[in-house]
Antibody
Framework: EVQLVESGGALVQPGGSLRLSCVAS????????MTWVRQAPGKGLEWVAS????????AYVASVKGRFTVSRDNAKNSLYLQMNSLRVEDTAVYYC?????????WGQGTLVTVSS | DVVLTQSPLSLPVTLGQPASISCRSS???????????LNWIQQRPGQSPRRLIY???NRDSGVPDRFSGSGSGTDFTLEITTVEADDVAVYYC?????????FGQGTKLEIK
């Protein structure tokens, strides 16, 4: 069974940094692209970033480019999202998902709140 | 960026009746490999998203056959033949052919 467990969400001040983690199990992590998607409170879904199975290729939505970095450690079956220069509008539940094109499994999400 | 426009945004449906959600794209979602990369996502209240349909019309494992997807090019539809209480959710279309991948605004299905 595919399992994705996110962690690392917290309350952080504007301008601060946070690192999210997603631990995967139940599939061969190193064979899949992986993706972060977020959902602001009461709003819709927004694709944030994806990384190729070996980490050599990444893609970001324009609003986070230069501030967020997606990475992975295949030895630890783990996906990360380093978030710097956080803004109030980054407040959201962040989900990791297996795959990029055709993401087919999602975690339960972790809440990031950016507020002073 | 590709804009996906869903309609309606709110969909009150009587139990046992059909439902239909439209998703229109600002660009063609047909890839050079011949596939069309448009998926449908269900998000029940308080739950994580779940993929229902991929590449326009392919149902994911465990998805009831009352759900079906159709369409081509820039015009797509999710249909539910007979709505059940379990179908109360927000439904999103997502295109994953052009970076950045984008979602529709979401359609909230409720029981009338």
């Amino acid at each position: 069974e595919v399992q994705l467990v996110e962690s690392g969400g917290a309350l952080v001040q504007p301008g601060g940094s946070l690192r999210l983690s997603c631990v995967a199990s139940g599939f061969t992590f190193s064979s899949y692209w992986m993706t972060w998607v977020r959902q602001a409170p009461g709003k819709g879904l927004e694709w944030v970033a994806s990384t190729k199975y070996d980490g050599t290729e990444t893609a970001y939505v324009a609003s986070v480019k230069g501030r967020f970095t997606v990475s992975r450690d295949n030895a630890k079956n783990s996906l990360y999202l380093q978030m710097n220069s956080l803004r109030v509008e980054d407040t959201a539940v962040y989900y990791c998902a297996r795959g990029a094109r055709g993401s087919d499994s999602w975690g339960q999400g972790t809440l990031v709140t950016v507020s002073s | 960026d590709v804009v996906l426009t869903q309609s309606p945004l709110s969909l009150p449906v009587t139990l046992g009746q059909p439902a239909s959600i439209s998703c229109r794209s600002s660009q063609s979602l047909v890839h050079s490999d011949g596939n069309t990369y448009l998926n449908w996502i269900q998000q029940r209240p308080g739950q994580s998203p779940r993929r229902l349909i991929y590449k326009v019309s392919n149902r994911d494992s465990g998805v009831p056959d009352r759900f079906s997807g159709s369409g081509s090019g820039t015009d797509f539809t999710l249909e539910i033949t007979t709505v059940e209480a379990d179908d109360v959710a927000v439904y999103y279309c997502i295109q994953d052919i052009h970076w950045p991948y984008t979602f529709g605004q979401g359609t909230k299905l409720e029981i009338k």
